[in-house]
């Protein structure tokens, strides 16, 4: 304590005597408050800034509907200025149908088999694996989905002698595709939530004689509902604004099919193949419009899940087990099983076998019972099972594709290439991204947690999770247009790693300070009432106290959103524009250090080599593309192991701002 | 302590961050001839970019950085001067070119190499095809579905052809290969031009296959799925030994594509005057589909470089140079890689008008 800064920290003193010191500390905690409000405000900023570029790019078609059919036809014709939009709101919609059919039994049963069923050692492992599963980047899933899922589907299609226009690719490709990439979410989420169900509850229905699975279909599931929904929801925004994966599989065939072995084209892919190519000025923003009907519709998907669990948590919960109990009145003779547990309830005393109404009905419920067993089982292997062929498949084929080359060379080498630029490009700009969104997502988290009475706090919170929901894609779009072509300098910047890191800022905000919001939130109280009780100030209590406190969950959830953006592609795309060449170091000599000046250059980032070279037909390219998708993937799941190990805590819940 | 540590830290990353945003704020621009300069768009041309960009590495010192992404992309990107240059293999149109005239003056058009474009296939068990240009329009119009079509057979008497449905595979963005391979089609095939349309980004029908992005991202897939047809750069197909049809020309002979082919096209063609759009819009462009003569293939094309006539002296003239030893001297590399040299008269026109860049600083 002798180190402490000048003025000394007396609280009795500077309670009751102090004159200069208060005025001192006023100030400090006005810089405070203006600093947190500021981070606040910069989320809003950011925000709206989107909303209205977005507007304003795509003014020139949204002002005349009607003359461009965007509504009113189903016809994708650039040459023609027909920009119908049915074809790619119909690829969106039906890929995400598609994924949440298979996604949510398989990730709801899953869950309830982790968390009612499965033993603690198997509980603890597939927890891990699914995790890791959530933090496969896409562009992995969409490499994985080109080489393995839709040549199976071809061979499935030509077995049952379906005939397909596309060999394998289109709308149920990119939907299974999806299924396979959200399913962790809703396991890992919904497992949260069977978990925080009161222990009591079960007790309770089990005392009443009901067996394992009654006891997970009538009490665990319905009172973790809200919950399921909610993961439903996150799950659904995240297939809606998915863009790699899909447009490596969706085929890119601008028709309306309503088969799903055709080929479609979805809002996030046509945007990727096409803004930066479009022809006309009405044909790019058309393109800008379709972002932004996206935007309204993963909006929507977003503000219409927290409407509904708001409203499902605004019931007591308790009153669910009630309901239940209720239910359980022989007069209501709802089916046979309720029929047996009724008569169980009445007469405890004697012995079960003979309380059920017959011997018929006691053996469907355990034939049911162990049946469910089996098929949540099931569900949680067709979970886990995508995972050992995705990491098993690229281990195998990565792990040989590694050489020196890949890291010690750049793409433009004349005696071998390598993707060493891209990598040096990929942790620059993540690290560049960090710096800016970690201090201004802490401040807001700070602010969200400091201030919570304000009206603006309501709105920021709002907009940081309505901002997390925002695809990928239509970042890299509003990125573009501020800082790679601004419409208010006649010269452009042409495409930086400022911009690209900017675009990776706006998606690690939200999970940044929705991170540090709940880590923050879980300091107890009595800390931060003792440090008032000290005299402290509260910019004093929240740096000297809150954070340090909650740092090692605030790192984590940092640490989690480097490891997503460090997977993006779509973005990067539109903003760094890749190159072939290292940065220019800031030492000669040390390629890995980017100078300054190079960071206003177009800059490379590994996610596109792994996605232009898994297309190739060239072996060595495609080689290189195994080797940096592994090498990718082993960068993350290490991140995702070191996380794990020094916090021990459940990773995907902390990461639900997406 | 700890905590104390922890403002301290806080304010130096504030600083830190300060001083950054104040040096990104003032960005050199002024000086030295730059020592890197950013191309991209075609991916037709990229196989001979890069390996120019190596060679000239060697040389000048001068960092050529070519990414392939499409002709449309190359032309937009160079328009809004996010690209110091762009390639692609269909001149600009009308509305491009008065986009780029309002934006920041002329575009000059610098041919720099010649490319046949081939139709790649994978049916099993058929080693050679036979196609003449209404076959290839039928099949990309979704007329002929099947691989064991009477049409196909009648002139592969020899060729196991399955019953199989045909998977065409187009470019799933504006790409100056669908411009080479719609125009081609559109000359031998007035159905096509009326059904199907000419240009970068033609409305391929329903049902006759898919899109898939880049030359090489057509060679992939036609190389790993059965029964797909796909139109590429000779040299996309030869270097992943994917395999090819002859395709009659206009003489009557069935040709496999060669750079000597294409090269015979190309020397009938340049003796026509081109007095369709976009080819009479720019000097030096050239439409080399359906060439006369019988040596020639007829789906061939250029790929242009194009470039703002007014330049800043800092890019521009790297860029120049670069242009002026791509196509004379960097010629030598193209028949290694399949590519059709370009005519020595062609050279000496293409270093006059490289002569006309203006440098404004």
């Given at each position: 304590?002798?180190?402490?800064?000048?003025?000394p920290?007396?609280p009795?003193?500077?309670?009751?005597?102090?004159t200069?010191q208060?005025?001192?500390r006023?100030?400090?905690d006005l810089?405070?408050?203006?600093?947190c409000?500021?981070?606040?405000?910069?989320?809003v900023?950011i925000?709206l800034?989107?909303?209205?570029?977005?507007?304003?790019?795509s003014?020139?078609?949204?002002?005349q509907?009607?003359?461009?059919q965007v509504f009113s036809s189903t016809?994708?014709?650039?040459n023609k200025?027909?920009?119908g939009?049915?074809v790619?709101i119909y690829?969106?919609l039906s890929?995400?149908?598609i994924a949440?059919?298979?996604?949510?039994?398989?990730g709801?049963?899953?869950?309830a088999y982790l968390?009612?069923?499965?033993?603690?050692n198997?509980?603890?492992?597939?927890?891990?694996?699914i995790?890791?599963?959530a933090?496969?980047?896409s562009?992995v899933y969409?490499?994985?989905?080109?080489?393995f899922?839709a040549?199976?589907?071809r061979e499935i299609?030509?077995?049952?002698?379906?005939?397909?226009d596309?060999?394998?690719?289109?709308?149920?490709?990119?939907?299974?595709?999806l299924?396979?990439?959200i399913?962790?979410?809703?396991?890992?989420?919904?497992f949260?939530v069977?978990r925080?169900v009161?222990a009591?509850?079960?007790?309770?229905?089990?005392a009443?004689?009901?067996s394992?699975?009654q006891?997970?279909w009538?009490?665990?599931?319905?009172?973790?509902?809200?919950g399921?929904i909610?993961?439903?929801?996150?799950?659904?925004?995240r297939?809606?604004?998915?863009?790699?994966?899909?447009?490596?599989l969706i085929g890119n065939?601008?028709?309306?099919?309503f088969s799903?072995?055709a080929?479609g084209?979805?809002?996030?892919?046509?945007i990727?193949?096409s803004?930066n190519?479009a022809?006309?000025?009405?044909e790019?923003?058309a393109?800008v419009?379709?972002?932004?009907?996206?935007?309204?519709?993963?909006?929507?998907v977003?503000i219409?899940?927290r409407?509904?669990?708001s409203r499902?948590y605004?019931?007591?919960k308790?009153s669910r087990?009630?309901?239940f109990?209720?239910?359980?009145?022989?007069?209501r003779?709802?089916s046979h099983?309720d029929?047996?547990?009724?008569?169980a309830t009445?007469?405890?005393?004697?012995?079960?076998?003979?309380?059920v109404?017959?011997d018929?009905?006691?053996?469907?419920?355990?034939?049911?019972?162990?049946?469910m067993?089996?098929?949540l089982?099931?569900?949680l292997?067709?979970?886990v099972i995508p995972?050992?062929?995705?990491l098993?498949y690229?281990?195998?084929?990565?792990?040989?594709s590694v050489?020196?080359n890949?890291?010690?060379?750049d793409a433009n080498d004349?005696?071998?290439?390598?993707?060493?630029h891209?990598?040096?490009?990929?942790i620059?700009?993540?690290?560049?991204?960090s710096?800016?969104a970690?201090?201004?997502g802490?401040?807001?988290?700070?602010y969200?947690?400091?201030?919570?009475n304000r009206?603006?706090t309501k709105?920021v919170?709002?907009?940081a999770?309505?901002?997390?929901?925002?695809?990928?894609?239509?970042i890299?779009?509003?990125?573009?247009a501020?800082?790679?072509?601004p419409p208010?300098?006649?010269d452009?910047w042409?495409?930086?790693?400022?911009?690209?890191?900017?675009?990776?800022?706006i998606l690690?905000i939200?999970v940044?300070?929705r991170?540090?919001?709940e880590?923050?939130?879980?300091v107890p109280?009595?800390l931060?009432?003792?440090?008032y009780?000290?005299?402290?100030?509260q910019?004093?209590?929240?740096?000297?106290i809150?954070?340090?406190?909650?740092l090692?969950?605030?790192?984590?959830?940092?640490?989690?959103?480097m490891?997503r953006?460090?997977g993006?592609?779509?973005?990067?795309r539109?903003?760094?524009g890749?190159?072939?060449f290292?940065?220019?170091?800031l030492?000669?000599?040390i390629k890995?250090?980017?100078s300054?000046?190079?960071?206003?250059?177009?800059f490379?980032?590994?996610?596109?080599?792994?996605y232009e070279?898994?297309k190739s037909?060239?072996?060595d390219?495609?080689?290189?593309?195994w080797?940096?998708?592994?090498?990718?993937l082993s960068?993350?799941?290490?991140?995702?192991?070191?996380?794990?190990?020094?916090a021990?805590k459940r990773?995907?819940?902390?990461?639900?701002a997406? | 302590?700890r905590s104390?540590?922890?403002?301290?830290?806080?304010?130096r990353?504030?600083?830190?961050m300060?001083t950054i945003?104040?040096l990104?704020g003032?960005?050199?621009k002024?000086?030295?001839e730059?020592?890197r300069?950013?191309?991209g768009?075609a991916?037709f041309?990229?196989p001979?970019?890069?390996?120019?960009?190596q060679e000239?590495?060697?040389?000048k010192?001068l960092?050529?950085?070519?990414?392939k992404?499409?002709s449309?992309?190359?032309i937009q990107?160079?328009?809004?001067?996010v690209l110091d240059?762009?390639?692609?293999?269909a001149?600009m149109?009308?509305?491009?070119t008065?986009n780029a005239?309002k934006?920041?003056?002329?575009?000059i058009?610098?041919?720099?190499?010649?490319g046949?474009?081939?139709?790649?296939?994978?049916?099993?068990?058929?080693?050679?095809?036979q196609?003449?240009?209404?076959?290839v329009a039928d099949i990309?119009?979704?007329?002929i579905?099947?691989?064991?079509?009477?049409?196909i057979?009648e002139i592969n008497p020899?060729?196991?052809?399955?019953?199989k449905k045909?998977?065409?595979?187009?470019r799933?963005?504006?790409?100056g290969?669908?411009?080479?391979?719609?125009e081609y089609l559109?000359?031998?095939?007035?159905?096509?031009?009326?059904?199907v349309?000419v240009?970068?980004n033609?409305?391929?029908?329903?049902?006759i296959?898919?899109g898939?992005?880049?030359?090489?991202?057509?060679a992939?897939?036609?190389k790993?799925n059965?029964?797909t047809?796909?139109?590429?750069e000779?040299?996309?197909?030869k270097?992943n030994k994917?395999?090819?049809?002859?395709?009659?020309n206009?003489?009557g002979?069935?040709?496999?594509?060669?750079?000597e082919a294409?090269s015979?096209?190309?020397a009938?063609a340049?003796?026509?005057?081109?007095?369709?759009e976009?080819?009479?819009?720019?000097?030096?462009?050239?439409?080399?589909?359906d060439a006369?003569?019988e040596?020639?293939?007829p789906?061939?094309?250029m790929s242009y470089?194009i470039?703002?006539k007014k330049?800043?002296?800092?890019?521009?003239k790297p860029i120049?140079e670069f242009?002026?030893w791509a196509t004379?001297?960097?010629q030598?590399?193209?028949?290694e890689l399949d590519?059709?040299?370009l005519p020595?008269?062609l050279?000496?026109?293409i270093?006059?008008?490289l002569d006309?860049v203006?440098?404004?600083?």
């Amino acid at each position: 304590m002798t180190q402490e800064p000048s003025p000394p920290h007396n609280p009795i003193s500077s309670k009751s005597e102090g004159t200069a010191q208060p005025i001192n500390r006023r100030i400090y905690d006005l810089l405070f408050s203006f600093a947190c409000t500021t981070a606040g405000a910069i989320v809003v900023l950011i925000a709206l800034g989107l909303l209205a570029m977005l507007i304003y790019q795509s003014w020139p078609v949204l002002s005349q509907l009607n003359k461009f059919q965007v509504f009113s036809s189903t016809e994708w014709n650039p040459n023609k200025r027909i920009y119908g939009a049915w074809v790619f709101i119909y690829g969106t919609l039906s890929t995400s149908f598609i994924a949440m059919i298979v996604a949510v039994p398989l990730g709801v049963g899953a869950a309830a088999y982790l968390s009612e069923i499965a033993p603690a050692n198997v509980r603890r492992i597939c927890t891990f694996l699914i995790e890791l599963l959530a933090s496969i980047p896409s562009v992995v899933y969409g490499f994985w989905g080109y080489v393995f899922l839709a040549p199976i589907l071809r061979e499935i299609f030509q077995l049952v002698g379906l005939q397909s226009d596309t060999s394998g690719q289109g709308i149920l490709a990119a939907g299974l595709i999806l299924a396979i990439m959200i399913v962790p979410y809703i396991t890992a989420i919904s497992f949260d939530v069977c978990r925080a169900v009161p222990a009591t509850q079960r007790q309770g229905s089990l005392a009443l004689g009901a067996s394992r699975w009654q006891t997970i279909w009538k009490v665990v599931l319905p009172y973790a509902l809200p919950g399921i929904i909610a993961a439903c929801f996150l799950a659904l925004g995240r297939a809606l604004g998915e863009t790699m994966a899909v447009t490596m599989l969706i085929g890119n065939v601008r028709y309306l099919s309503f088969s799903p072995l055709a080929g479609g084209d979805s809002i996030a892919s046509v945007i990727a193949n096409s803004l930066n190519e479009a022809g006309s000025n009405s044909e790019r923003s058309a393109l800008v419009l379709m972002g932004l009907i996206l935007l309204i519709i993963t909006a929507a998907v977003n503000i219409l899940a927290r409407l509904i669990v708001s409203r499902m948590y605004g019931n007591p919960k308790p009153s669910r087990f009630g309901k239940f109990v209720s239910k359980l009145n022989p007069f209501r003779k709802k089916s046979h099983a309720d029929l047996a547990l009724g008569h169980a309830t009445s007469s405890a005393a004697t012995s079960y076998q003979r309380l059920v109404v017959s011997d018929s009905a006691y053996r469907s419920i355990v034939r049911q019972n162990s049946l469910m067993t089996w098929v949540l089982l099931g569900c949680l292997l067709a979970t886990v099972i995508p995972l050992f062929l995705i990491l098993g498949y690229i281990t195998y084929r990565g792990i040989g594709s590694v050489d020196w080359n890949l890291f010690l060379k750049d793409a433009n080498d004349k005696t071998g290439t390598g993707l060493g630029h891209a990598m040096v490009g990929t942790i620059t700009m993540v690290l560049l991204a960090s710096l800016f969104a970690i201090p201004t997502g802490v401040m807001a988290a700070v602010y969200l947690n400091e201030f919570r009475n304000r009206w603006f706090t309501k709105l920021v919170r709002f907009i940081a999770e309505v901002l997390g929901g925002v695809p990928s894609i239509v970042i890299g779009i509003y990125v573009y247009a501020v800082m790679v072509r601004p419409p208010w300098d006649s010269d452009p910047w042409g495409n930086s790693a400022w911009a690209g890191a900017f675009s990776l800022m706006i998606l690690m905000i939200p999970v940044t300070v929705r991170g540090a919001e709940e880590a923050m939130r879980l300091v107890p109280n009595s800390l931060r009432q003792a440090s008032y009780a000290l005299g402290a100030s509260q910019s004093q209590t929240v740096f000297r106290i809150i954070i340090p406190a909650a740092l090692p969950a605030i790192t984590t959830g940092v640490l989690l959103a480097m490891g997503r953006v460090a997977g993006e592609t779509a973005p990067l795309r539109l903003t760094a524009g890749d190159s072939n060449f290292w940065p220019q170091p800031l030492i000669p000599g040390i390629k890995a250090i980017p100078s300054l000046e190079s960071l206003g250059e177009k800059f490379p980032f590994i996610t596109n080599y792994i996605y232009e070279y898994s297309k190739s037909a060239e072996d060595d390219l495609k080689r290189q593309a195994w080797g940096g998708a592994f090498v990718l993937l082993s960068f993350v799941m290490l991140l995702n192991l070191a996380i794990r190990l020094a916090a021990g805590k459940r990773l995907v819940s902390a990461a639900r701002a997406d | 302590m700890r905590s104390k540590g922890f403002s301290k830290t806080a304010i130096r990353l504030c600083l830190l961050m300060g001083t950054i945003i104040v040096l990104s704020g003032c960005p050199n621009k002024k000086g030295t001839e730059a020592t890197r300069v950013s191309g991209g768009g075609a991916t037709f041309v990229d196989p001979i970019m890069q390996k120019w960009s190596q060679e000239y590495k060697q040389i000048k010192g001068l960092e050529v950085d070519y990414k392939k992404s499409g002709s449309g992309n190359g032309i937009q990107q160079m328009t809004g001067k996010v690209l110091d240059f762009g390639c692609t293999d269909a001149p600009m149109n009308k509305e491009q070119t008065e986009n780029a005239l309002k934006e920041a003056g002329e575009v000059i058009h610098i041919p720099v190499t010649i490319g046949a474009v081939v139709l790649a296939f994978n049916v099993e068990g058929v080693e050679s095809l036979q196609l003449t240009g209404e076959l290839v329009a039928d099949i990309y119009s979704g007329k002929i579905t099947k691989w064991n079509d009477p049409k196909i057979v009648e002139i592969n008497p020899s060729a196991n052809l399955p019953d199989k449905k045909i998977v065409a595979v187009y470019r799933a963005e504006s790409s100056g290969t669908s411009n080479i391979f719609s125009e081609y089609l559109g000359k031998v095939s007035a159905e096509f031009k009326e059904k199907v349309g000419v240009g970068t980004n033609p409305k391929w029908p329903q049902g006759i296959g898919l899109g898939q992005p880049g030359n090489d991202g057509i060679a992939g897939y036609v190389k790993n799925n059965p029964n797909t047809i796909g139109y590429i750069e000779l040299l996309y197909a030869k270097q992943n030994k994917i395999k090819y049809a002859s395709i009659r020309n206009k003489a009557g002979k069935f040709i496999t594509p060669t750079p000597e082919a294409a090269s015979a096209a190309a020397a009938e063609a340049m003796k026509v005057k081109q007095e369709n759009e976009p080819y009479s819009l720019h000097e030096l462009t050239y439409s080399l589909t359906d060439a006369v003569g019988e040596q020639s293939y007829p789906i061939c094309g250029m790929s242009y470089a194009i470039l703002y006539k007014k330049q800043s002296s800092r890019k521009g003239k790297p860029i120049v140079e670069f242009l002026r030893w791509a196509t004379s001297e960097g010629q030598k590399f193209a028949t290694e890689l399949d590519y059709a040299p370009l005519p020595a008269e062609l050279t000496k026109a293409i270093a006059a008008r490289l002569d006309q860049v203006e440098f404004v600083d």
